[in-house]
């Protein structure tokens, strides 16, 4: 068997030209009265592809999914899915299937009857029903529960039901809004590797709707982070995380410390941005960085140094600053470094030694510095 | 427990008389030997066997379960109907005026609901017996069945209709086997509701009625102007019983259930 890894990483339908989207949203508006939930967007998904919708509340994420589900209706554009407009289709009628964030399940029914729910919809046999619901239960580990109503499952076993039910019907997409946000920690960490390998297992479509990045980090093979109704950028996780194409997605994935300046040059492949006196950034040019002009650097903690002694070229990518707070986690620990300027800069750095003796303390003169590669240049 | 002070145990007790005396002294009165209401003479059970063996109320009584279940049936079909309107149709053109007639039975006097049901039966040419009290108190009766059916409605987790959609159950089937056995228990105490309203009524059935179509408050009442028989008593003392008995057992069975219901969660969260 191959290994997940293996699958997934030449898995890239996205960059290949002649592979066609499986779910196209073209130009899809939807209004509610004078609020716009989901503002012109276009956005393809492809076969197979475990994609996250990853957004703040409000910001139309799950107005989309309903969308795909058919419990909105689009106010004005299209949706395709495997080459048919879905505009005019009833939900009832989708080849998809919804695992909704409160679970929906049928309080007066047993599990057993909550699973076979879509199949004795579409007329099936009732041998076959059991036949279908018993290899459902034994997916998701709940044979023994069979029998019982919702109330007398816990959370987790809830989930599982919900989940099991709307993979009964073997949709062509399966789309899931929130699926572990009621979970505790540690079920929801379990759960997200679960749900990975099961998408592969059964080589689904999944749509996953979420706030949690990183649950959309970890279980989705690209990611749309959306704002206001809007897409601001779709790529892959770690694109995603390492180059943000705007202020907003580098700022709403993780942490990020973000230098405001005026580009001086852009040559060489090196674009220069005067940030304050004592810091001159130079860092290497990328698709989104503007050539002349007020320019943002954005640079993840842990891609900064800190260190007692003074770089080899100080005032380039490094500046003298003093702790100002320290956040000890354990496997790492955080500084927040005062610059001259005012401007606070967060670091993080693995406790990969036992500094014990002589650790970097409050009040302590350090030199902030990083490379050249280590963050992107962004619009203001 | 903190013992009960003086004053709250005769605020109970005061309470609990004014509320259940009367009705008490009716049914103690109704095992009279004597044919005299006020005069005690003795324990007996003769008077429900002049009941069964009188005509004319036992007529009546049937008039009145027979106008009662039908009322309540239909009244329960109705206004379940239009508790779903109102809550899962929010903007259709015309909602609050709806809503506004809808209710407004619940909020009418008796008096006026009667008179304006007399005008249109008169007008309409309808001829005044069975069926037109069957209609009357279908009409008083509905909103009844609405306002309970709503709240349940309202606070039902909708969801659970979408997921029923999603997995292929169109609209009917959805209202059929997901929507109505979740609402069932309101449904089925609006019936009882609307059965009990039915079956107390006796302002809008005297305006309704026609001849040959008398329902048991209309016999009580015209009886009870003659004078008050024992045989009345007996046959109150059996509409206390009837009705005491629907809410015991109803109450009864929610009880257990909700106690079944949290013995169940408790269970799951303990594994």
Known sequence: ?380 | MNRMSRFNVTAIALGFAFLYLPILLLIIYSFNESKLVTVWAGFSTKWYREVWNNQGLMDAAWVTIRVGLLAATVATVLGTLAALALTRFTKFRGRTLFSGMVYAPLVMPDVIIGLSLLLLFVAAGFDRGFWTITMAHITLTMCFVTVVVQSRLLSMDRSIEEAAMDLGATPLKTFLQVTLPVIAPAVVSGWMLAFTLSLDDLVIANFTSGPGATTLPMKIYSQVRLGVTPEINAVSTILVAIVATGVIIASVLTKRREVQRRRDEQAAFAQ
């Open chain 1, 1 to 380: 068997m191959k290994s997940l890894g293996s699958i997934r990483r030449s898995f890239a339908p996205w960059n290949d030209s002649s592979a066609k989207p499986y779910i196209s949203f073209k130009n899809v508006t939807k209004r509610f009265g004078d609020f716009t939930a989901v503002d012109d967007l276009s956005l393809d998904i492809y076969n197979r592809e475990f994609f996250a919708l990853l957004g703040a509340s409000g910001c139309g994420k799950s107005t989309l999914l309903r969308m795909l589900a058919g419990f909105e209706t689009p106010t004005s554009g299209q949706i395709i899915l495997d080459g048919q407009d879905l505009s005019q289709t009833p939900p009832y009628r989708r080849p998809v299937n919804m695992m909704f964030q409160s679970y929906a399940l049928f309080p007066h029914m047993t599990v057993e009857k909550n699973i076979g729910f879509g199949l004795k919809q579409d007329g099936m046999p009732k041998d076959q029903i059991a036949y279908r619901v018993a290899q459902m239960l034994k997916l998701v580990k709940l044979e023994k529960f069979a029998s019982r109503k919702p109330h007398q499952l816990s959370g987790g076993q809830r989930q599982r039901v919900a989940l099991a039910r709307s993979l009964a019907k073997q949709p062509k997409v399966l789309l899931l809004d929130e699926p572990l946000g009621a979970l505790d920690k540690k079920l929801r960490e379990e759960t997200q590797f679960e749900l990975m390998d099961l998408q592969q297992d059964l080589g689904l479509t999944f749509v996953v709707v979420t706030h949690d990045q990183e649950e959309a980090m970890t279980m989705a093979d690209r990611i749309a982070v959306m704002s206001a109704g809007k897409v601001v950028q779709v790529a892959t996780p770690a694109e995603i995380y390492e180059a943000p194409n705007s202020r907003f997605v580098a700022d709403f994935i993780g942490d990020v410390n973000i230098f405001d300046g005026n580009v001086v040059s852009s040559e060489g492949g090196k674009t220069q941005i005067a940030v304050s006196e004592d810091l001159t950034i130079v860092a290497e040019q990328n698709g989104s960085g503007p050539a002349s002009g007020a320019a943002a650097f954005a640079i993840r903690p842990e891609k900064v140094r800190i260190a007692r002694e003074a770089p080899a070229n100080p005032g380039f990518n490094a500046v003298k600053g003093e702790i100002w707070d320290i956040g000890y986690l354990g496997d790492m620990t955080i500084y927040i470094v005062k610059l001259a300027s005012g401007q606070t800069v967060r670091a993080s750095r693995l406790n990969a030694s036992r500094e014990l003796e002589n650790p970097i303390g409050y009040d302590e003169e350090v030199w902030v510095s990083f490379d050249d590669n280590a963050g992107v240049v962004l619009k203001d």
